[in-house]
């Protein structure tokens, strides 16, 4: 993280509520966190986690209702995007900040060519006339590798393969050179050959056009190979937040710790059977008192059902919100039980 | 495209023929004796001679044939005279002279026309003439309902469960379940005996020549149009809203506000053109029933349209009427289904027919 560095998007205190016929469920809980021009923040975090829905929050892409944001602020370049009005954000959405989503396959229409959803924000947004929108167009098809770009415009989605819709929505997301993308799970649909390809694209064009991207996965091999920095998100919380490599090699959350040991290795011994958490991730009713990952912990101790851990700074640049860490491995434990009887 | 048009135009030549024998066994079989209305005092060898002059005394095949001869070959020749002497679209052609008339003619090589036992005249004339009623009351209901009922649809589903969305669902649930001999009867208690805006007969003699002609034909049309109207639109605008929820949580609907679309453009071009699909069809299909014309409000308000023309032949036991009438819904049925699914293919560009 530059120094120093102004944050292009900066997160504080968002809470997301959802209500549902069995009550509300608090999908987000107080998440802060900040980007800056440039960085590619990984977002990791298991279904459910939240991580999509916090991204949703930023920019009023939830429906409203169920949603409803209920606290926070959400700076970008200088405007609370959480009391922006709706016409303040479409003007945001799109133009200064972009979103690819999951599934290529559903996520653009079908009804209309290539062409025409390229080229709809560049006119809304940008003022240009049909032609200059046309070649606009094209140039983004080719900055985004599809080849014969220029008949390609009046194909309709369904021509496309996955990997080249992905390709179409990423151009679609960059066609007016956003400060922020937004990737929500942009390789999850995809297999593996391909999604090797659009994460090859996506370093390509960050360092062409100087973005800073937000990428949410639930996979951390693709966040070992982009990331310059990762949130760990778990029960609509932050658990942890450090650059990509104090990540692997430091993890200091338990639930980091053991999501990195559930991925298998190709390369050494081979492991009898794949790891896993136990458990399920909470649905939480209510703003969390406790420590939510408590029920799948390994270092459970009391002071964990009393209290909700907050993030604190475990080195330069790296937080973890958990009363454990690995130092005091044996003797936190009997000391924090001790702290209660007092 | 034109491949399948072609091929589906094909295979409707075998659906027809199927279909012209049932309808025609079903009347065959369908109790009920042509002359059996006629005085009492006619002798029976009287009586059968009549009967044999209606072409009753030829075996069925001979009958079917004939009938679809006469179908297929002499109405569209009569037809096809009427358009290039008389109807302004094809006046220009030269004019042509197919039909060869029976009247004062060679019998032997004259041409029979498809007879209404009871009127004694042309079914098709008679249809010509109960065609216009029934395009101006019924097809004027079919306008009506589908532009009230796509606004109303997917405005509905837009703010699904809000006031607008129940009162909505009420009123079609409402619209869909009451008859029209019941909302017919409710309409011409209110509008004309209570009220008396309008007629409460239709006058079908009336004949628009100026502003204020128009106006009576208007105002004698409202209450038919109304009740015809209220079941139509109950039907698409619930379709219409139906298809349009489908699509509101579709990804790409997402992806298009992500863009900053606005709301109008996310719902009224990208939801709307998807949900139309399923919606056209619907309506496309729909369009025979207008020229069956709507027998029970054509009863109702006294229009003597097509619907009234074959509820009165089914009474008089006039077969060749019923069959003839019966039949044009069935090739319009069959015309109006490949149709909708062109448009589906126009519509939809996933859809391809090659």
């Keep these: 993280m530059p120094a120093g560095a102004q944050p292009i998007l900066d997160v504080k205190g968002l809470?997301?509520?959802?209500?549902t016929r069995q009550g509300e469920v608090h999908a987000v809980n107080s998440v802060s966190f900040d980007l800056y021009p440039g960085e590619l923040l990984g977002?990791?975090?298991e279904s459910g986690s939240g991580k999509s829905v916090t991204m949703m929050s930023l920019i009023g892409l939830l429906p409203s209702p169920p949603a409803e944001v209920r606290e926070g602020q959400v700076l970008f370049e200088g405007i609370d995007l959480l009391k922006a009005d709706a016409e303040t954000l479409r003007r945001i959405r799109g133009a200064r900040i972009g979103f690819v989503f999951q599934d290529p396959m559903t996520s653009l229409n079908p009804v209309f060519t290539v062409g025409f959803q390229l080229m709809e924000p560049l006119r809304k947004h940008m003022g240009m006339t049909k032609a200059q929108a046309r070649a606009r167009a094209r140039e983004l098809l080719e900055l985004v590798g599809i080849p014969d770009a220029g008949r390609r415009l009046d194909d309709y989605p369904h021509q496309f393969s996955g990997g080249m819709r992905q390709r179409v929505m990423i151009a679609i997301a960059l066609a007016c050179d956003p400060k922020v993308l937004i990737a929500d799970e942009p390789t999850t649909a995809l297999d593996v050959t391909i999604q090797a390809q659009i994460l090859e694209l996506i370093k390509e064009l960050r360092q062409k056009?100087?973005?800073?991207?937000?990428w949410i996965t639930h996979d951390l091999g693709v966040v070992a190979e982009i990331a310059d920095r990762v949130i760990v998100m778990y029960g609509g919380q932050i658990v942890e937040q450090a650059p990509v490599e104090a990540l692997f090699e430091d993890p200091r959350h338990p639930y980091t710790r053991a999501h990195l040991q559930t991925v298998p290795h190709v390369r050494g011994p081979r492991a009898p059977r794949l790891r896993v958490i136990e458990g399920q991730p909470p649905i939480l009713g209510a703003p969390p008192t406790a420590?939510?990952?408590?029920?799948r912990c390994r270092h459970r101790f009391e002071r964990c059902d009393r209290e909700n851990p907050t993030r604190r700074e475990v080195a330069p640049g790296h937080d973890a919100a958990c009363f454990w860490s690995p130092e005091e491995e044996r003797t936190?434990?009997?000391a924090a039980a001790g702290g209660a009887h007092a | 495209m034109l491949n399948y048009t072609i091929?589906?135009?094909?295979?409707?030549?075998p659906t027809l023929l199927f279909i012209a024998l049932t309808i025609f066994l079903l009347l065959e079989l369908a109790p009920g004796d042509p002359v059996a209305h006629m005085p009492l005092t006619i002798p029976p060898e009287v009586r059968e001679l009549m009967r044999k002059a209606l072409g009753l005394g030829e075996p069925v095949h001979i009958r079917f044939w004939k009938w679809l001869v006469q179908f297929f070959w002499v109405e569209p020749q009569v037809f096809i005279d009427w358009l290039t002497t008389k109807s302004a679209i094809a006046g220009i052609l030269p004019d042509t002279q197919f039909y060869v008339s029976c009247a004062g003619g060679d019998l032997a090589t004259c041409d029979a026309r498809i007879l209404s036992w009871q009127f004694r005249s042309p079914v098709m004339d008679i249809v010509l003439q109960r065609l216009p009623q029934t395009l101006w009351v019924v097809g004027t209901a079919y306008l009506v309902a589908i532009v009230i009922a796509i606004p109303v649809g997917v405005y509905s589903a837009y703010r699904q469960y809000s006031w607008f969305d129940n009162a909505g669902t009420f009123i079609t649930m409402v619209g869909f379940s009451v008859p029209p001999f019941f909302s017919g009867v409710l309409v011409i208690v209110i509008f004309s005996v209570q009220l008396g805006w309008f007629p409460s007969i239709y006058d079908t003699t009336h004949r628009v020549t100026d502003w204020d002609s128009f106006v009576f034909q208007l105002r004698q049309m409202v209450m038919p149009v109304m009740v015809l109207a209220l079941q139509i639109t109950s039907q698409i605008s619930r379709f219409m809203r139906a298809s349009m929820l489908d699509n509101l949580n579709q990804d790409y609907v997402r992806t298009a506000r992500a863009k900053g679309m606005t709301e109008p453009t996310v719902v009224l071009v990208h939801v709307l053109r998807n949900s139309m699909i399923p919606v056209v069809t619907v309506i496309a299909l729909g369009i025979p029933s207008i020229f069956g014309g709507a027998?029970?409000?054509?009863?109702?308000?006294?229009?003597n349209g097509i619907g009234e023309m074959l509820i009165k032949a089914i009474e008089a036991n006039d077969i060749p009427t019923?069959?003839?009438?019966t039949f044009i819904f069935a090739v319009l049925i069959v015309v109006f289904n490949l149709i909708a699914d062109l448009l589906y293919g126009i519509l939809d560009p996933r859809i391809r027919y090659d």
């Design chain 1, 15 to 19: 809470r997301t509520v959802f209500a």
């Design chain 1, 43 to 45: 977002v990791v975090g």
């Design chain 1, 209 to 214: 056009l100087g973005m800073a991207i937000i």
């Design chain 1, 291 to 295: 420590c939510p990952f408590r029920f």
């Design chain 1, 332 to 334: 936190a434990p009997v």
């Design chain 2, 7 to 13: 091929r589906r135009l094909i295979l409707a030549v």
């Design chain 2, 295 to 303: 027998i029970i409000t054509e009863q109702v308000f006294k229009v």
């Design chain 2, 322 to 325: 019923v069959q003839t009438l």
